[in-house]
């Protein structure tokens, strides 16, 4: 009785799940491509179309340039190519994670998840997904559904979405080893061009696209090179502001701009820790501190 409950449960979850991609992809198929858009994005697409058609290609990592589209591109590669892909986002068990990928085990897995390289598991599972064989086996004291064997034959492909790759883990240099790498960089221009593209074909209601252009206008004069957050996150905020709070979207939107400071600028700039500290008069501490702002920065 207890497992035809959790059955019934877990199959309506991924019924909403499968529900809300369908309308995303649909959402995602109307949205038309801008010049600039393709030329910018023209590597990272052909990188997705080589994992979906050539059999030897077992899979992507695609790191870098937060909240700039690459979950996006990934997913119309797979609709422009009519590969069925399942996405994984979101926090999730293990035993559902190892569900997942065994009933979808011919598919395309997008994981689109800082979350995953916490678990050595998870990782420990990709990784055999990306091995010779592809021979998936999970150990646990659980009892797993009846349709659900303990081990399964993987034949499908992995992407995987970051914004930095973590450093020094043994298990995810071996899934790095297993597939093709990007790095998505983007200069302040092509990220503003993104955002006049963005205003230009993405309808939103309450807005024009007149307005939306004059918000990007907007925060193109308001940001600098200096800014972390020149992204869609900040433009989604901006046009949010302005539908429900017009007469105050400015202030509300410069309360949501995050700039560099200089302290983290001058490493960014080069100086190591004994010249910072020496110009700064500050700790080695405080060094490190300011350090991870400067990676944050570099990878954004």
């Known amino acids: 009785m207890v497992e035809a409950v959790m059955k019934a449960e877990w199959e309506k979850q991924e019924a909403e799940i499968i529900k809300r991609e369908e309308a995303e992809a649909e959402r995602i198929k109307n949205i038309p491509n801008g010049e600039e858009e393709e030329k910018i994005f023209r590597e990272m697409d052909n990188l997705i179309k080589q994992v979906i058609i050539d059999k030897k290609t077992r899979g992507c990592l695609i790191y870098g340039a937060s909240s700039l589209g690459k979950t996006f591109r990934v997913k119309k590669g797979m609709i422009n190519n009519n590969s069925p892909y399942v996405l994984h986002s979101g926090h999730i068990s293990e035993m559902k994670f190892y569900i997942k990928c065994y009933q979808n085990f011919d598919k395309i897995h997008i994981f689109d998840d800082e979350d995953i390289l916490h678990s050595k598991t998870f990782l420990n599972m990709i990784k055999a997904m990306l091995g010779n064989t592809g021979l998936v086996e999970y150990d646990t004291t659980r ?94 905020k901006a046009i949010n502001f302005y539908i429900h709070q017009r007469k105050d979207w400015k202030a509300l939107t410069r309360t949501q701009i995050e700039g560099i400071d200089e302290w983290t600028m001058l490493i960014i700039q080069g100086l190591d820790k004994k010249e910072w500290c020496e110009k700064t008069q500050l700790t080695p501490r405080s060094f490190f501190r300011y350090q991870i702002k400067a990676r944050k920065f570099e990878n954004d």
């Open 143 to 236: 009892k797993l559904p009846p349709d659900v064997k303990s081990s399964f034959e993987f034949t499908g492909k992995v992407i995987i979405i970051l914004n930095d790759l973590p450093r020094n883990d043994e298990h995810f240099k071996a899934i790095k080893n297993r597939v093709i790498i990007y790095e998505l960089v983007l200069d302040r221009q092509q990220r503003l061009s993104l955002l006049y593209e963005r205003a230009k074909n993405e309808e939103i209601e309450g807005t024009t696209k007149e307005e939306r252009l004059m918000i990007v206008d907007w925060i193109r004069d308001n940001t600098n090179g200096r800014t972390l957050n020149l992204n869609y996150r900040l433009y989604e």
